[in-house]
Nanobody, 125 residues
Framework: VQLQASGGGLVQSGDSRRLSCVASGRAFNHYTVAWFRQAPGREREFQAAISYGVGTAYYAESVKGRFIISRDNAKNTVYLQMNTLQPEDTAVYYC???????????????????WGQGTQVTVSS
């Protein structure tokens, strides 16, 4: 599976932004897809994930209520709707995919086999 993330840019504090992750390859609907972000000097951190099948959503505590993850399997695309953005949300956002994840490892980067190239989101105050 190859992943292409897009939708980043420069926004102001309080704005919204939607990121897209388009996948190529077979059986996209068999993969859990997640968004991670990495700010300068910090480790890559989990933001949200959506499972294959029923599409269970998982969120980091810091983005619950602000970010919404969704998927359109017909378009091989996963979205991350980011609302009420703050300067601390500034980072490179990556999408990632993996199969055979469960509740215990879905938030852990090392379990994801496939990664997109990242898209920069910058939030000005």
């Amino acid at each position: 599976v190859q992943l292409q993330a897009s939708g980043g840019g420069l926004v102001q504090s309080g704005d919204s932004r939607r990121l897209s992750c388009v996948a190529s390859g077979r059986a996209f609907n068999h993969y859990t897809v997640a968004w991670f972000r990495q700010a300068p000097g910090r480790e890559r951190e989990f933001q949200a994930a959506i499972s294959y099948g029923v599409g269970t959503a998982y969120y980091a505590e810091s983005v619950k209520g602000r970010f919404i993850i969704s998927r359109d399997n017909a378009k091989n695309t996963v979205y991350l709707q980011m609302n009420t953005l703050q300067p601390e949300d500034t980072a490179v956002y990556y999408c990632a995919a993996a199969s055979f994840l469960n509740d215990h490892n879905v938030t852990t980067a090392r379990y994801y086999n496939f990664w997109g190239q990242g898209t920069q989101v910058t939030v000005s105050s």
